[in-house]
């Protein structure tokens, strides 16, 4: 109750943006499969339910919520059937339609809810629809550029054995060196990451 008192005061939700926590990685390192990758995440509030967040990887959508059911569900792509993003007084909503079920997770920052709702636009099956409510973000390059850097540094923390494939590994190690460049990696973290993609490759 406390925090939706302090998203009404702050006009949004201080805890909906940044890299992903330690405890977040955690939660979803034990739920994903070997195989799987972030590929992008939104948290914010789940009615009834408390904090949320979601992770896309690219077989579904894992969902994890705080509250009396702590816990990690998991949505396929597949039973994906609508997608839509709605730009809100306190912050950005996204709702998943399935068959029989409105899945929504409000309060969200409005440009991790953008490039979550865009990476699973790219993720999905041709003909899902993906609506965009009027008065969406406008994200300028640095918000964007931020956006970025802290989807790249949690799928590093939550993926440290690098993917198979060359192509991918210079992909990681461009998104090592940006993260490095900004202060978000060490010299330490960074020569480690560096020494096992260059490895891997």
Do not use: C
């Not at 009404?8 to 939660?27: F, H, I, K, Y």
């Not at 920052?109 to 009027?134: I, M, Q, T, W, Y």
């Not at 008065?135 to 989807?151: F, K």
């Amino acid at each position: 109750m406390f925090k939706q008192f302090e998203i009404l005061l702050e006009g949004m939700n201080p805890e909906a943006t940044g890299p992903l926590t330690d405890v977040e990685l955690s939660r979803v390192r034990a739920a994903m499969t070997s195989g799987e990758h972030l590929t992008g995440y939104v948290r914010g509030r789940i009615v009834g339910a408390g904090s949320g967040l979601w992770v896309l990887t690219e077989q579904r959508v894992l969902r994890a919520q705080e509250g009396r059911r702590r816990s990690v569900e998991s949505l396929p792509l597949s039973a994906i059937q609508r997608v839509r993003l709605e730009a809100g007084r306190y912050g950005s909503t996204v709702a998943l339609f399935t068959a029989d079920q409105r899945l929504s997770l409000f309060a969200a920052d409005d440009g991790l809810a953008a490039a979550f709702v865009a990476a699973l636009a790219r993720s999905l099956p041709a003909g899902v629809a993906v609506e965009a409510g009027s008065g969406g973000p406008s994200l300028s390059p640095e918000d964007s550029a931020d956006i970025a850097t802290w989807v790249a540094w949690s799928r590093l923390r939550l993926q440290p054995t690098p993917p198979q494939g060359m192509a991918e590994n210079l992909v990681l190690l461009a998104e090592a060196a940006t993260l490095h460049q900004r202060g978000m990696l060490n010299d330490a973290e960074y020569g480690a990451l560096k020494g096992r993609l260059l490895d891997a490759a």
